[in-house]
């Protein structure tokens, strides 16, 4: 794929499209107002005057800190930094928006997360302050909430747009083999077809983008037993670039991460962290999500891996968590 981001081209197509309203499984979206800016990128908006080079960095440096289980340092956010009397319409209508409004007449200080303030999907996080200090204050007291609701909207934004495009074969497909709901872009296709196990793949000229559905026999959503279940599955099913190779979780740098997930109607687990290669030099980040099935008999498995050898790879990563988190 050529330089120009896929994000960046996925925001022109959808720009260009009609200017209907459109209702999908991720809320109703205006086609004629869907919000611009890149993957993984904020608009911050202050006035430097009013603050000091520590504080200015330490915001930059709290959004900046690395993407969590990529095999490589990566912000996770990158950050384009306005004046409040440069922040135009355009700018206005970004994904993601945190705003410092600054006055020494304000007699209190505010602080609100706004959705869909200008545009859709948007989250506008809205600071209201007679000084830096108390501003700052506030957003010590929220900035992982903000931090979070910036990161789901990025995937919001991807999952809309997915819908738009989604392979029906393929999610007919998914659901006839494991009685749930996912919604692919038409750019994968499918690599491996077996009882209890579907191999998609996104191939470019420089990496791979790749996701699984599998079901195994139940058992408790352990670290250890989900990290055994991709390995079998992954050794039996998904051949390396050679001969005796296959990738298996690779349990180093305190990864992988695993925590309680609730996403649409599903109870389950995800797991975040990296993939390496038995007898190969591969390797890349992963994440998954895994809960009972409706009978209670198996436990599916809905997996995303990158590998992007000589590429950034948290926008790719982004782009397979979001198909995952559309189970339903």
């Known amino acids: 794929m050529r330089k120009l981001s896929f994000f960046l081209l996925m925001a022109a197509i959808i720009l260009i499209g009609g200017s209907c309203k459109r209702t999908s499984s991720f809320g109703s979206v205006k086609s004629d107002n869907f919000s611009n800016g890149k993957a993984g990128e904020i608009i911050l908006v202050l006035d430097s005057s009013k603050w000091t080079v520590a504080q200015i960095d330490e915001l930059r440096n709290f959004f900046n800190q690395p993407q969590p289980a990529i095999n490589q340092i990566e912000p996770m956010f990158d950050i384009l930094t306005f004046s409040n009397r440069d922040f135009t319409a355009y700018f206005q209508r970004h994904r993601n928006i945190i705003r410092f409004d600054i006055n020494p007449d304000y007699a209190a200080n505010h602080f609100q997360i706004i959705e869909n303030n200008w545009s859709s999907p948007q989250i506008y996080a809205y600071f209201k302050g007679n000084n830096a200090d108390t501003c700052m204050a506030l957003f010590r007291a929220n900035d992982s909430l903000i931090l979070q609701r910036f990161y789901e909207n990025d995937l ?10 989604q392979e029906e074969s393929i999610s007919k497909l998914i659901k006839a083999k494991f009685n749930i709901q996912l919604t692919v872009p038409n750019h994968y296709f499918v690599a491996a077809d077996y009882e209890d196990f579907l191999w998609l793949r996104f191939r470019t000229e420089k990496n791979d983008r790749f996701i699984m559905i599998y079901r195994t026999p139940a058992t408790e959503l352990t670290q ?7 390995n079998e599955m992954t050794q039996k099913y998904v051949p390396g670039a050679v001969k005796g190779a296959y990738p298996i979780v690779a349990e180093k740098l305190g990864f992988p991460i695993v925590k309680p997930l609730s996403k649409g109607n599903k109870e389950g687990m995800e797991m975040r962290g990296l993939w390496e290669s038995v007898n190969d030099k591969m ?9 009972p099935s409706t009978d209670g008999q198996y436990n599916i498995t809905v997996d995303g891996f990158v590998y992007a050898p000589q590429e950034p790879k948290r926008d790719y990563l982004r782009e397979v968590e979001a198909i995952v988190k559309t189970v339903r």
Do not use: D, W
């Open 224 to 230: 250890e037993n989900l990290i055994a279940a991709r």
């Open 156 to 165: 919001k934004r991807s999952q809309t747009y997915f819908a738009r495009i």
């Open 283 to 291: 390797g890349g980040p992963f994440y998954s999500f895994t809960f």
